[in-house]
């Protein structure tokens, strides 16, 4: 694969022992130096105005004037210091080299994904909240529509927390389709079954939330059955990856059991699933806590693209996740 990688994001400084920390960049790297074929690429960060196009622009400067300000907590969770602007649009616009790359045709080994923090999915229209500032992703496919790279863009977000940020920003529009499977109950608690969008965007957002201690089975149980069919129907031009790897079994945050082979195995369904859309395939990463388990989860991604076959997983999924994804073929009418 092709990484998006900037020093920049490793000045976002959020302080002794916080989760979402410049080591976890480091970590990636470390991991990624042990495997064959890794490319890396430093894009330039995000204009405002992109940023803009998605978020409140008061927000915005709101933010600006409180980095340049020295910073500070934002709210509990969420924390900046006077590198956070710099490192918030770098990696925004990691998030734009890797939409725009996969549209202009980099495939299989030259795929994108774009290893920027701090991540995005939690970022409201008008609010930074759950450590994350600016929307990557969402910055990302709203750049591929306005430069008339993509008409239909889905983003699949595979983060253990529901991307509350994303589907807001998306939640009454039909050009942009928001798919989601996290952690039933967890921060930021929101993304429930009956969530799937409202005027333009009715029927193009869909919210899969997992019983805790679902694994690799129910995982792609519900890409296959769920995700798959609603973004067959929506018929993208582009499909997103918001990548998170805490609901890793050795994450600390979390309750999932999803292994690392699991995360390739999930690659190899979504590549699968782009291929068969015809969709342009980019990766954007979002969160991810225990250092060791977002390597290997990162590493899985890259190997599955670099030619690794994913080793199949002998378990079934659990009837509680069966009945999950009846209940959202109904909600959507598939």
Known sequence: MRFGYSDRCLDHDTGERHPENPDR???????????????????????????????????VDELESFVADGGG?????????????????????????????ALTGSTGRQTPFAVGRPPGHHAVTDDAMGFCFFNNAAVAAQTALDEDLADRVAIFDWDVHHG?????????????????????????????????GEGDGEGATANLPLAAGAGDADYLYAVDEGIAPAVDRFDPDLLIVSAGFDAHRHDPISRMRVSSE?????????????????????????????LDTLAEGVSMVHETYDGRTPVATDEDPDAKTETLVDDLLAELDL
């Not at 970590?27 to 998605?54: M, Q």
């Not at 006077?82 to 770098?90: E, F, R, S, Y």
């Not at 942009?176 to 969530?195: K, Q, R």
């Open 25 to 59: 960049l480091r970590a990636i790297r470390r991991g990624l130096a042990k495997r064959h074929g890794v490319e890396y690429v430093e894009a330039d960060p995000a204009e405002k105005a992109a940023v803009t196009a998605v978020h409140d622009p008061d927000y």
């Open 73 to 101: 907590s934002w709210d509990p969770d969420t924390v900046a210091s006077d590198g956070t602007w710099d490192a918030a649009l770098t990696s925004a616009g990691l998030a734009q080299w890797a939409a725009r790359e």
């Open 164 to 196: 509350n940020g994303t589907q807001d920003i998306f939640y009454d529009r039909g050009d942009v389709f928001y798919a989601s499977i996290h952690e039933d109950g967890l921060y930021p608690d929101t993304g429930d079954l009956d969530e799937t």
């Open 262 to 290: 699991g995360y390739a195995l999930l690659t190899d369904r979504i590549r699968s699933l782009a291929d068969d859309v015809g969709a342009a395939n980019a990766y954007v990463l979002e969160g991810g806590y225990g």
